[in-house]
């Protein structure tokens, strides 16, 4: 009888842990049936309770901004022998003058362009300048060498001039010559663009000879008179060149001499006679 008590105490025991086991829950949905979760138990809810759903907490990912490695340029090591390129450095821009009076010679821009170089034809030396022409006294051949110029003011350093082959106006002569050395200076007006245009008037100082001769009998006596003079003469010249390139130019205009005095070792018989003034046109280069 005592067994048999025992054994049956043990079976309750067992049941009572069974249930008690089979009651604990976490929430809701680990009840059976219309069961409900209080305090860890599952118990049948109260009249005018309602039921409550499972509240699962939604599980919401972490937003984790991306990771971007930083992108650096390759490392190339320098070849030996070889200096490494210095970086490109933009060129600055061409400066702009603004609009003005182009001046001759200089660089300068009209409104909205680029400035431009002008050729001047200005104040250049000037080598050698040759001329042929023809006038009073016959043919000419004049020769202007080592020409200084500048903007108002030009300096021909040497000046040779010779012709001859008529009377130069007077019918009392057969023939006239003339050969003469000298120096001019000059005022020149630039004309056009870069002073392609110029005009000169100059005036100079000469010596040499200026003779006319004619072969007449006087007093019996048939000879060569002639009437002569040494200088110095008065030079004159006016003048068109114009400018084909820097330094090539064509000439033409006047040259002239005035004589002032006579020298007369076998003159012609007659007092205070002057050989006649020379005028000439002529035409030529200069470079």
């Not at 001769?213 to 040494?230: I, N």
């Not at 006579?262 to 006679?273: F, H, R, S, T, V």
Request: proline share 8%; charged share 15%; with cysteine.
């Amino acid at each position: 009888m005592q067994k048999a008590t025992c054994s049956i105490s043990l079976a309750l025991a067992a049941f009572l842990g069974f249930l008690s086991s089979a009651a604990a829950c976490d929430n809701d949905a680990d009840c059976k049936g219309d069961r409900i979760c209080r305090n860890s138990e599952c118990v049948f809810p109260q009249p005018n309770e309602p039921t409550v759903a499972p509240t699962i907490a939604p599980t919401i990912a972490p937003t984790v901004a991306p990771t971007v490695a930083p992108t650096v340029a390759p490392m190339i090591a320098p070849t030996p022998g070889i200096a490494p390129a210095a970086p490109a450095v933009p060129a600055p821009a061409a400066a702009v003058k603004p609009a003005e009076e182009p001046v001759l010679g200089d660089t300068y821009a009209m409104a909205g362009e680029p400035a431009v170089a002008e050729v001047s034809y200005v104040g250049n030396f000037e080598w050698v300048s040759a001329r042929l022409g023809g006038g009073s006294y016959g043919a000419l051949l004049s020769v202007s060498a080592f020409t200084l110029r500048w903007r108002w003011f030009y300096w021909s350093i040497l000046n040779i001039a010779g012709g001859g082959g008529v009377n130069g106006g007077n019918d009392k002569f057969d023939m006239g010559y003339f050969g003469k050395a000298g120096t001019r200076v000059g005022l020149p007006i630039h004309l056009g663009q870069g002073g392609r245009h110029e005009i000169r008037g100059g005036v100079g100082i000469s010596g040499g000879i200026v003779q006319l001769e004619v072969y007449r009998t006087w007093w019996q006596e048939s000879k060569m008179w002639y009437c002569t003079s040494h200088g110095p003469f008065l030079d004159v010249e006016l003048m068109y060149q114009f400018h084909i390139f820097r330094h090539f130019s064509i000439v033409a205009g006047y040259e002239g001499t005035f004589v002032f005095t006579e020298a007369n070792d076998n003159g012609y018989p007659q007092d205070n006679w002057l050989p006649q003034n020379i005028h000439s046109a002529f035409i030529g280069i200069a470079i």
